[in-house]
């Protein structure tokens, strides 16, 4: 047995009504707010925001009820039933754990875990919005709450506040609160329609990161202003060219952090400079960070 407490580097919170409390008070109707029962739906809780599908709210407790041995998109069928009767039944208050913070840490303490990097759930969804300021409020409200989340216990909570790309200036005026805040990391898209952080647009973005010494996560299910796809979006995010070349390195060192297991990273992807922290899955002469923190949990340094 290991004589330390392992570290969770993709654990979630699920988002409860509180998130959207500071963003329906400047939006209105216009905001997330969460409906039990809403029409044209099945039966359960959903997330509704103006101008997109409905979300649902149960999905992220799921794993409580029913066993996903090929991931989370995968359940065994006999429990198919079992399923559809949670999401039915679905109530916050009878699984605190995913946005309770005091309960957090006493599952903390059950699982034998010592801290856990905590990204979004629903919130991830939403970044297919194109109204920035909108989006942009959406996310500020988001963090304002996982930041009081998290400061029951910073060392083991340790959020990372979702970052909007729509407008870059903005962006940096964004990573810099966060910064003062207190969070050491952000998550960004993983697509973005009809560009990529290959441009030179995203060049001050990288250096408010750089200059605050947050390390950037890019999660599954997070397109910018495009529907779900597949994690081919890193060829989208590294390089203009889908036939094999890589973008430009950078000026300075990047420090990406990724959900993606490292058998899904594509040709263009290990051609971008990183080092990893991990097995050499690059060349020595890459430069910057990537944690891989996928179907794995690590301990970190």
């Known amino acids: 047995m290991p004589d330390f407490n392992l570290i969770s580097a993709d654990s979630h919170v699920n988002e409860p009504p509180a998130a959207w409390e500071r963003v329906q ?43 996903k041995n090929e991931g989370i998109s995968e359940v065994e069928q006999e429990k198919h039933f079992e399923t559809i009767r949670f999401n039915e039944n679905f109530r916050y208050e009878d699984y605190p754990g ?18 856990e990097v905590l990204f979004s759930s ?14 942009r409020a959406i996310f500020r409200s988001y963090n304002a709450w996982l930041h009081e989340f998290c400061s029951h216990n910073p060392k083991r909570l340790i959020g990372l506040a979702t970052l909007s790309i729509l407008d870059i200036e903005h962006t940096v005026a964004d990573i810099q609160h966060y910064a003062r805040l207190g969070f050491r990391g952000v998550q960004i898209p993983t697509r973005i329609r009809d560009s990529g952080y290959y441009e030179a647009k995203y060049e001050p973005m990288w250096a408010a990161l750089e200059d605050n010494g947050m390390v950037v996560s890019v999660h599954t299910s997070a397109k910018s202003c495009a529907p779900s796809s597949t994690s081919a979006g890193w060829r989208i995010l590294f390089s203009k060219s889908t036939t094999g070349s890589a973008a ?18 594509s040709k263009e992807m290990r051609s971008f400079p990183i080092k ?22 690590i301990r970190t340094a």
């Open 248 to 265: 430009p390195a950078p000026s300075t060192p990047r420090r990406i952090s990724t959900s993606f297991p490292p058998a899904n990273i």
């Open 122 to 135: 629903a919130v991830r969804q939403l970044y297919s919005i194109v109204d920035e300021p909108f989006q």
């Open 98 to 115: 995913g946005w309770d913070p005091t309960v957090r840490l006493k599952d903390q303490d059950v699982d034998g875990i010592e801290a």
């Open 276 to 297: 990893t922290t991990g097995p050499a899955y690059s060349p020595p002469r890459f430069t910057a960070r990537i944690i891989f923190s996928g179907p794995a949990t």
């Open 25 to 67: 008070k400047e939006y209105g109707e216009r905001a997330p707010r969460v409906v039990k029962d809403p029409p044209g739906v099945p039966k359960g809780i959903w997330l509704l925001i103006d101008g997109l599908p409905p979300v649902g709210l149960s999905h992220y407790s799921k794993g409580l009820v029913v066993n």
